[in-house]
């Protein structure tokens, strides 16, 4: 099957937004939902209008952040979509950055027992997993501790295992990892993904994290109707309604007089 091309008026959109770091939130996002929607070959396309229009200007240590953030996106959405696509669409993403902006280093460099039994060098570990549960549990309670519509006790009360991957691995590892991508950039990031994998409740919820955190609803909105118009663009047709942006104010009001 062929690629599609995503037309010129497609990226006018992003060639006029006048920050730069909205701007590369802008590419992550499309790459990201370009994966989710297995539509990974679209990516070369992409990362060719953000070298052009981003990278190409700066200098080397500019534009290897913009490729690590790149990276980054994909890696935090792998917690969302899984291995299999994120590890396709990365693999596409690296084929077209030059290869003087790979990153050479594991970032989450951790030890486990049976390393440190083998004489590894802890210098080399960024932290142990005790550190990163503490940072991931803080993680999940900041997005979802506020919202009443939230079961927090589900998901252990499903599956304690299943809690634990979540929980102390997902969100310890992946999400809560915030050396490159903060916890708001990571918001919009799986709020880009999850649009892609059409998992309504789980993005209704997290959008209202996102806005109990400082989001900005407009961009939320602009988020929304960019990956349904790149779904729209794709042919792409989805099982559910998608989800409005919700609203937090009727849960904010109802919480302070508790």
Sequence with gaps: MATPRLEDDFFRQVEMIDSQAVKVRWYYCVIVNLGALNYSDVIPQVWEHCWMHVCEPLGHEERFRVAQKLREALIKACGIMGPAKTGTAIRTLGKCIPSDLNDPEVRRQALCSLQVGLGADWNRAK????????????????????????????????????????????????????????????????????IGIDCQYQLRNHMKGMLYNGAVREELQELRDLCLDLAKRLGVVFRSEPAPIPSIED????????
């Design 127 to 194: 932290e142990d997993q005790a550190t990163a549960s503490k940072r991931g549990y803080a993680l999940h309670n900041k997005i979802y501790g506020r919202n009443p519509d939230f079961d927090t006790n589900a998901t252990p009360a499903a599956s304690p295992d299943y809690a634990f991957v979540v929980r102390d691995l997902l969100y310890g590892r992946v999400f809560s990892f915030d050396e490159i991508l903060d916890d708001l950039e990571t918001g919009y990031v799986i709020v880009a993904t999850l």
């Design 251 to 258: 849960n904010i009001s109802t919480t302070a007089t508790r």
